[in-house]
């Protein structure tokens, strides 16, 4: 299985690197709806629809309303004067507020089970303001400063991955080593508190070189750790959410396209979490 996951990294990250540097915004932005479409066709079954045809046709919904917000903000129109089109805002912002209520469902599983567990729709909303603002998100920060500095974004959206990285092998170490108490055992029995303290530990070593490496001024400091700070505590109740919704649809991975690693959703699932959440300090504290 580790031999596995390896090699299925190894093949992965030349190409996330690839998208993210090379490729141009709109390319990136088609190569980022594609990868959530794989992700909308894993969360489907969550929410009760198992049907091939229900599936394409849920997969294809998020797929239309993202095409419709690119075709609504072109890229050349996402920033004005320094400032995020507000349509691209309000959607961030949307999944900023659906994360703030994902974690109420987490924290409370499994009686906040009952809010959701007999409605296949709101699952299907809840997988719309997932997908959609981690689109919209990653967009954003891939297009800052792109006109004066065309991979500085990419840089950024480098930075955002390697904080969701360091968590989770962080946290998986830690866990190993030193775990013995259990999180959040009704989610996810494998979390411990001592594997969230070295994933929040391993991501602080991560901001602290990049800080050192790209000399952030020092006014920015504390903008700069809260922002690094929110987006990794976000990616681990990202995992949790997804985790939570498998627990309840009775699934233990939500798909077989990655060998070792599971589904696409297993993948993206803390990152769906952290960009959105990311984007939104740093035009809070860094912009």
């Known amino acids: ?14 190409v996330a690197l690839y998208a993210v540097f090379l490729l141009p915004l709109w390319g990136f932005s088609l190569f980022i709806q594609a990868v959530l479409m794989l992700g909308a ?6 929410m009760g629809l198992t049907k091939t045809r229900s599936r394409i046709a849920y997969t294809a919904g998020i797929g239309i309303i993202i095409g419709a917000l690119s075709l609504a903000v072109p890229f050349e129109h996402l920033w004005q004067a320094g400032t995020l089109n507000n349509i691209i805002y309000a959607t961030i912002a949307a999944g900023g507020v659906w994360w703030v209520c994902a974690l109420a469902l987490v924290v409370n599983y499994p009686s906040s089970r009952r809010m959701w567990s007999r409605t296949r729709s709101i699952v299907g909303i809840f997988g719309m ?6 689109w919209a998100a990653l967009v954003t920060v891939r297009s800052i400063n792109i006109d004066v500095q065309p991979y500085f974004g990419g840089w950024v959206v480098l930075f955002i991955l390697l ?33 969230l303290c070295g994933g929040v530990t391993l991501a602080f070593i991560v901001m602290m070189v990049v800080s ?11 903008g700069y750790y809260l922002t690094g700070l929110f987006t990794v505590v976000a990616s ?52």
């Open 163 to 195: 904080l969701v990285w360091a968590a989770d092998v962080g946290a998986y170490f830690a866990g190993v080593r030193y775990g013995r108490n259990k999180m959040m055992p009704a989610v996810s029995p494998g979390k411990t508190m001592e594997g």
């Open 212 to 222: 050192h490496w790209t000399q952030i001024p020092a006014d920015q400091f504390t």
């Open 129 to 134: 303001l997932i997908f959609v603002p981690t």
């Open 1 to 14: 299985m580790l031999k596995q996951r390896i090699l299925t990294a190894v093949i992965l990250i030349p």
């Open 41 to 46: 066709w894993e969360w489907a079954p969550l």
């Open 236 to 287: 681990v109740f990202g995992d949790l959410n997804e985790s939570m919704f498998k627990r309840s649809a009775g699934v233990k991975d939500s798909g077989s396209i990655l060998p070792g690693h599971g589904g696409i959703l297993d993948r993206i699932d803390s990152l769906t979490a952290a960009v959105p959440v990311f984007t939104l300090a740093y035009l809070e504290f860094l912009r």
